[in-house]
């Protein structure tokens, strides 16, 4: 319910993957009342990531707890290592990747809420398997994401 705190112990959270990148949910929409939500990822090397892309709401800001995060702007390329911080607001085209040798992990910070509906959505589509560009469009239609050519 929305204004009650909120404590999740390690390992707890809704837990899923998105291709090869597994999500845990901390917060989302439903308990902070649509103001904002946080995300945990673990990328694997190698992981090239999503396309680049906007949102027209959602604001974005990442702390990189382990590894390397490489993010993509309009006018740069930035690799962020673990205790770094990036935001994107909303409108800027991103995209980020794990292009190291070594896993990363990363917390994502969105407001307004919404987002983990989006990763749910990205996970039902793609599920285990490789991240189908196809069936990453056909989710980012319906959730405040476009695809950007930089």
Do not use: C, K
Not at 75 to 101: C, E, K, M, Q, Y
Not at 109 to 134: C, K, Q
């Amino acid at each position: 319910m929305p204004g009650d705190s909120l404590f999740l112990g390690p390992g707890q959270g809704e837990t899923f993957s998105i291709g090869p990148v597994q999500v845990r949910l901390l917060s989302t929409a439903q308990n902070t009342g649509d103001r904002s939500s946080v995300e945990e990822f673990t990328v694997p090397p190698a992981f090239e990531g999503p396309p680049v892309h906007a949102h027209e709401r959602t604001d974005h800001s990442w702390y990189v707890v382990d590894g390397v995060a490489t993010f993509v702007t309009a006018d740069r390329t930035i690799d962020v290592v673990a205790g770094g911080f990036l935001f994107i607001p909303a409108g800027v085209a991103h995209a980020f990747a794990n292009r190291s040798s070594q896993p990363m992990r990363l917390l994502e910070f969105t407001t307004p809420g919404g987002f983990g509906a989006y990763l749910r959505d990205l996970s039902a589509a793609v599920g285990e398997d490789a991240m189908d560009p196809v069936a990453v469009l056909e989710v980012m239609d319906r959730h405040d994401t476009y695809s950007v050519d930089l």
